[in-house]
């Protein structure tokens, strides 16, 4: 078993559907990394949060440390947030321990 | 601001050649990652490198790889012999002090590596 399992792998929607992607892990961590992989291959980081509730634009990322469990949300999708979304977690070293990743299409 | 850049983007190797991926951090950062990612597969910690200093090599095969990051220039990931096997893309994060896990890291575009 992974450490950090995302779910779902493959997610498909409709322009301005809201999008939930999960993330659970097993260890102990120090923080918790959504990233976002563009199909050109490029990686950007979105969130970094150890506790609560974070907003940027239409994402919105929620983390409970008691469940071991995080949740990236967008809101209002579009096509342009079409990429592979990857949850990380960083423990007491500074390596950081990557999920597989979700992969999400939106269309028009 | 330039970003972490990573070249070169593609790399084709025989089995049996060596290749170099050189990752430049971002201005100010002294901490750098690097990370493969198989084919269909998710990232995986490599090495992280301090200027001058290996901090953790724990994700390095034990054979053919090696990383440093010199006081001068860029950091280099080097994979002698290579084999079909290490075809992947190659990422380099960069952070600006050590605590990379509790601060964004800030990526590269990555290297993707072809062995014929």
């Known amino acids: 078993k992974n450490e950090v399992e995302q779910s779902p792998q493959n997610l498909t929607a409709q322009e301005g559907e809201f999008i939930t992607i999960n993330c659970s892990y097993s260890v102990g961590i120090s923080a918790l990394h959504w990233l976002q992989q563009h199909p050109g291959g490029g990686i950007v980081s979105l969130f970094m949060l150890s506790s609560g509730k974070k907003k940027h634009g239409r994402l919105i990322a929620t983390i409970n440390i008691q469940e071991k469990h995080s949740s990236l949300h967008i809101t209002a999708s579009h096509p342009r947030d079409s990429a592979v979304y990857i949850c990380?977690?960083?423990?007491?070293?500074?390596?950081?321990?990557f999920g597989t990743g979700t992969r999400l299409q939106v269309f028009p | 601001n330039a970003g972490v850049m990573q070249n070169p983007r593609h790399l084709v190797r025989r089995r049996g050649q060596e290749a170099r991926l050189r990752c430049s951090p971002m201005?100010?950062?002294?901490?750098v990652y690097w990370y493969r990612q198989l084919p269909e597969e998710g990232l995986k910690f490599m090495v992280y490198?301090?200027?001058?200093?290996?901090?953790?090599e724990s994700g390095m095969p034990k054979e053919r790889f090696s990383a440093e990051f010199p006081k001068e220039g860029p950091s280099i990931l080097r994979i002698q012999q290579v084999v079909r096997g290490d075809s992947a893309a190659y990422f380099c994060?960069?952070?600006?002090?050590?605590?990379?896990?509790?601060?964004?890291?800030?990526f590269g575009d990555g290297t993707r590596l072809s062995i014929l």
């Open positions: 201005k100010g950062h002294s901490h």
């Open positions: 994060a960069s952070s600006p002090r050590q605590g990379g896990n509790l601060l964004p890291q800030h």
């Open positions: 490198l301090q200027k001058e200093n290996i901090i953790d």
């Open positions: 990380a977690v960083g423990g007491n070293t500074d390596k950081l321990i």
